[in-house]
């Protein structure tokens, strides 16, 4: 079964940097659109940065020019560089991925927070 798996969040202050990251693991035909993902306590999830298999892509305004999807085919891995965070990006970080064949799948999550 395939698995997501997200890693490097964490604590930083305002200004910092943190690089998240995705790994999809299991029985993969392949690998359509990939996606990050976050909520926030009391919000809905929202969609953060998508990614396509030829590498073209599609930000929130809320963080472009802030934040780089990007994606190793070949690895199966997605990360989300993510410089000059604001407290406003403390959210809980979720990666998506659509297969070739099945339902998307969901990571478990992993948290980012943004305070002084």
């Known amino acids: 079964q395939v698995q997501l798996v997200e890693s490097g969040g964490g604590l930083v202050q305002p200004g910092g940097s943190l690089r998240l990251s995705c790994a999809a693991s299991g029985v993969i035909f392949s690998i359509n659109t990939m996606a990050w993902y976050r909520q926030a306590p009391g919000k809905e999830r929202e969609l953060v940065a998508r990614?396509?298999?030829?590498?073209?892509?599609n930000y929130a305004d809320s963080v472009k020019d802030r934040f780089t999807i990007s994606r190793d085919n070949a690895k199966n891995t997605m990360t989300l560089q993510m410089n000059s965070l604001k407290p406003e990006d403390t959210a809980v970080y979720y990666c998506?991925?659509?297969?070739?064949?099945?339902?998307?799948?969901w990571g478990q999550g992993t948290q980012v927070t943004v305070s002084s």
């Open positions: 998506n991925a659509a297969f070739s064949i099945g339902p998307s799948r």
């Open positions: 990614i396509f298999t030829g590498g073209r892509t």
